[in-house]
């Protein structure tokens, strides 16, 4: 009998052994038992993808609460103006994801900021096409080029507000408007009028697309920015798309 007990104590697991204290052994000295409940497991940063989701959103908002988030919004939409391959819709509907979703910057703040810099890129284009015309650089001389300009001219001719409004949700056909209206010498206070005003309605258009994705992900900041570029470069492949067919059909 003590020989059976002898093997069942030495089969049992671990965690249900006793450790007897060996005489002489100090109580400080004795080895601690932990319950498997108590116990905490402690991951290193950066191998959970929960974490490193948060951990981006987390930075998110702090890039979004700081002081250069609008002016870096006014730079993106200026250079839109100028270089077309500039993300400008995409900075202002992000903003107003972040807006929504975040809190900052403020959706008044975005729309007034964005359509500030559209007003001035546009501007700045008018200028230039009055002071250089459309051939002063190479690159306004190549074949397509000049039938942008030829176009915008016909379309200038036609209605001036109508070709602004279009023209300024397609960035190409937005700086071809622009430069054309300058060197054509439209007037430029009616011009700078009509431009102030399609600015600001484009603004509060891409602005609003942030602004509704973010009310419907709260509590997603980088899901709602994410989602917002998506929709907005989608919604400028089809206005593209929709504008050149019905060009096309005006020319046939």
């Given at each position: 009998m003590p020989a059976r007990k002898t093997r069942a104590t030495a089969s049992a697991p671990l965690s249900r052994r006793v450790h007897r204290p060996s005489p002489g052994t100090s109580p400080s000295r004795l080895p601690r038992v932990v319950p498997a409940s108590a116990r905490v497991v402690v991951r290193p940063p950066f191998t959970d993808g929960r974490y490193c989701w948060d951990v981006l959103a987390d930075l998110l908002a702090g890039v979004a609460d700081g002081p250069w988030t609008l002016p870096l919004l006014f730079a993106l939409v200026l250079l839109d103006a100028v270089l077309v391959v500039i993300p400008g819709e995409v900075a202002v509907s992000a903003a107003g994801a972040l807006a929504v979703s975040i809190g900052s910057p403020p959706l008044l703040a975005v729309i007034a900021v964005a359509a500030a810099a559209a007003f001035c890129g546009d501007a700045l284009c008018y200028a230039a096409g009055r002071a250089i015309g459309l051939s002063r650089w190479r690159w306004m001389r190549h074949r397509r080029v000049q039938d942008a300009f030829d176009w915008a001219g016909r379309r200038l001719a036609r209605g001036t507000a109508t070709v602004?409004?279009?023209?300024?949700?397609?960035?190409?056909?937005?700086?071809?408007?622009?430069?054309?209206?300058?060197?054509?010498?439209?007037?430029?206070?009616r011009y700078l009028t009509i431009v102030a005003v399609a600015g600001t309605a484009w603004a509060i258009y891409q602005a609003v697309i942030g602004a509704a994705i973010g009310a419907l992900l709260p509590r997603d900041p980088l899901v709602a920015v994410i989602l917002s570029i998506v929709v907005a470069i989608a919604l400028g492949a089809v206005i593209d798309v929709v504008v050149a067919r019905v060009s096309g059909r005006r020319r046939a």
């Open positions: 602004v409004f279009t023209a300024r949700f397609i960035p190409f056909a937005r700086l071809a408007v622009n430069l054309t209206a300058g060197a054509t010498r439209v007037p430029a206070v």
